[in-house]
Structure formats: structure tokens, C-alpha cells
């Protein structure tokens, strides 16, 4: 390592602990990231209640930043010649649907490019939620998106949803044919060598070396962990493995010297 992360990872290894007491967190890994990937890793205190060591290979629900790695799906898909950003959704989803108050030509109108930025008009999230406890299965999740509300005309308004991305990951299963697990792995995780990555979230939290929400003697269940946002926001991580993936971004869509993505898709990523 250059002797400036030597540095700094001398100064984490002793403002870390402090930090982790200071804030009353649990467990986290930290890495440093370069174009070879995780220059640095390390995982401090205990990923469940039964105090198993976080490591930099501990698998975490990483929340909204799985629409990162959704997103690298779909342009792997336009990038195989499947599917363009400006394609409607109803070409590919025919059973897409909402309410609104906003004329029946606006579900003709959204492209997969207002999905992944946001300006589709959708609102942020759906009822997941089932009587009994716990989350609804994906399915049924998606099918509840049709009887809600659209929020504002398409394209006139950025609002933030992961109904957007799940739309998303519906599309992807009807025009490459696989679930969105198997193309992510296919397309995504293996490609850049993330074998600790996965969008079921059952799997994972089944597994061993995760992290599961706990506070003192008590945990989580499966069941109100789990949830549908399979495209959005449930999928699971580790630290080394979203170093791989910045570092695919570092290198310029590079990864071991073959075209992971092409530039101008990557470019289409960071373009405002």
C-alpha cells in the first residue's frame, strides 16, 4: 500500500473504536477502495445477538444502494442489444397499471430512463406490509404497485421511489427471460467477482457471516427483514465486494481488463 493509506489506516484503527462507542453502533465494516479493489478492509464488533465477529466479508442489507447495482443491470442488458433507456415500460410490461388523475396516455408514456432517474411520477414506496405480520412476497407486492396512485405527470417532476426500480427489475425478467437474481449474478455480481453479493434476501439472511438487526439479547426475525424491495433496496452485500464494484467505476467500466461497460453507458450513470 502507498505509505499515505498506511497512514490513514493507522489513524482508523484508533479513531474507529472510538467512533463505534461514541455512537452506540453495533457492527460495520470500513474499507478503503482503489482500482484494484479494497486496498484496506476490516469489520469491528458483532453482526447478530449472539456476538459473531463482523468481518470484511460479513453480508449487509445494503439498502437503497442495491439501485446501483440494478441499474448496472439493465444497461448490461442494454448493452447486450436487449432493451434501450428510452424504451417504454408497457413494450415489455404489458401488466403495468396505476390510478391517476392525469390522463389514461400516462401509462404510455414512461421509459425506463424516468424509472431509473426517478421522474416517472411514482410514488416512493408501497404497502408491503401483511395483517398477520411481516412483509408480502414479491408478487403480490408488485401487484399492489397497480392500485396505487400516480403522484405527478411523468417527466415533469423528480420524486424519489422504489416502486421505480421494482418496476424495473419486473421489465428485466420479461425481457431477458431469467429471474432478476439469476441475470443479476449472471450480469452483475460474477462478472466482477462478488460471490458475497445476492438479491434474496431469505438466502442471505439463512447464511452464515450476516448481519442481522439486533439490539442487546434480541433480534430481528426473517420475516420482518426480508422484504420485497428486491431491485430498490433488500439485496446484500459485503464491504470487499462493493469495492469491486466501485473500483469497475474507477477503471473506467474496466474490470481485468475487459469491457464490464461501455463508456457511453457508463457516462450515462454520472449525466445529469
Not at 464488533?45 to 460479513?58: K, L, M, Q
Not at 481485468?256 to 463508456?263: A, D, I, R, S
Request: contains cysteine; hydrophobic residues 35%; negative net charge.
Amino acid at each position: 500500500m502507498d505509505p499515505e493509506i498506511y497512514s490513514l489506516v493507522d489513524e482508523l484503527e484508533t479513531k474507529i473504536p472510538e467512533w463505534k462507542d461514541q455512537h452506540k453502533i453495533n457492527g460495520f465494516t470500513v474499507a478503503i477502495t482503489g482500482k484494484t479493489g479494497a486496498l484496506w478492509s476490516q469489520g469491528y464488533g458483532y453482526a447478530d445477538h449472539n456476538e459473531t465477529p463482523v468481518t470484511s466479508n460479513t453480508r449487509f442489507m445494503i439498502g437503497s444502494l442495491s439501485k446501483a447495482y440494478t441499474a448496472s443491470a439493465f444497461l448490461r442488458a442494454v448493452q447486450a442489444g436487449l432493451v434501450e433507456l428510452d424504451d417504454r415500460l408497457i413494450d415489455y410490461y404489458s401488466g403495468f397499471n396505476w390510478k391517476t388523475r392525469y390522463g389514461s396516455e400516462q401509462r404510455e408514456k414512461i421509459t425506463f430512463r424516468h424509472l431509473l432517474t426517478h421522474w416517472a411520477g411514482l410514488q416512493h414506496n408501497g404497502d408491503i406490509r401483511l395483517p398477520e405480520g411481516g412483509f408480502c412476497g414479491y408478487d403480490e407486492y408488485i401487484q399492489r404497485i397497480n392500485t396505487m396512485w400516480q403522484k405527478y405527470p411523468v417527466g415533469t417532476r423528480f420524486s424519489y421511489s422504489n416502486l421505480g426500480f421494482d418496476r424495473v427489475a419486473v421489465a428485466l425478467q420479461e425481457i431477458t427471460g431469467q429471474s432478476f437474481e439469476t441475470w443479476m449474478r449472471a450480469q452483475v455480481y460474477e462478472p466482477l467477482g462478488m460471490n458475497r453479493s445476492t438479491t434474496d434476501a431469505w438466502a442471505a439472511l439463512q447464511g452464515l457471516d450476516v448481519a442481522r438487526g439486533h439490539f442487546g439479547g434480541s433480534e430481528f426475525s426473517l420475516e420482518d427483514t426480508a422484504s420485497p424491495h428486491i431491485a430498490s433496496g433488500s439485496q446484500y452485500s459485503s464491504v470487499d465486494d462493493m469495492s469491486r464494484f466501485i473500483a469497475m467505476h474507477l477503471n473506467g467500466g474496466m474490470v481485468n481488463g475487459e469491457c464490464f461497460l461501455e463508456k457511453h453507458l457508463l457516462d450515462e450513470v454520472y449525466r445529469i
